[in-house]
Nanobody, 117 residues
Framework: QVQLVESGGGLVQAGGSLRLSCVVS????????MGWFRQAPGKQRELVAR???????NYADSVKGRFTISRDNAKNTVYLQMNSLRPEDTAVYYC???????????WGQGTQVTVSS
């Protein structure tokens, strides 16, 4: 049974930074790509960053150059460093294991990020 536990969200002013963490239980972590998603009120959940098991990354255009995804395989943890935050980054952020760009595990509770202008 895979469990995903996100943390690190909070309230920050525009231009600020946050670092999100996601601890993944189960063997799925080492062999799967991992992704960070976000869901703003009234909007669909979107994939914003992806990292393969080998460490290759890609990003949604909206966060490229500001967000950095990384993983620590020894700790079964994936991170999202978010810099130069904007009010439009406000959302609940979730991590998940991926097959291509499709989430495959049950969603965790997410972590709320709120960026004030």
């Amino acid at each position: 049974q895979v469990q995903l536990v996100e943390s690190g969200g909070g309230l920050v002013q525009a231009g600020g930074s946050l670092r999100l963490s996601c601890v993944v239980s189960g063997s799925i972590f080492s062999r799967n790509a991992m992704g960070w998603f976000r869901q703003a009120p009234g909007k669909q959940r979107e994939l914003v960053a992806r990292i393969t098991s080998a460490g290759s990354t890609n990003y949604a255009d909206s966060v490229k150059g500001r967000f950095t995804i990384s993983r620590d395989n020894a700790k079964n943890t994936v991170y999202l460093q978010m810099n130069s935050l904007r009010p439009e980054d406000t959302a609940v952020y979730y991590c998940n294991a991926l097959i291509y760009s499709t989430a495959v595990a049950t969603w965790g509770q997410g972590t709320q990020v709120t960026v004030s202008s």
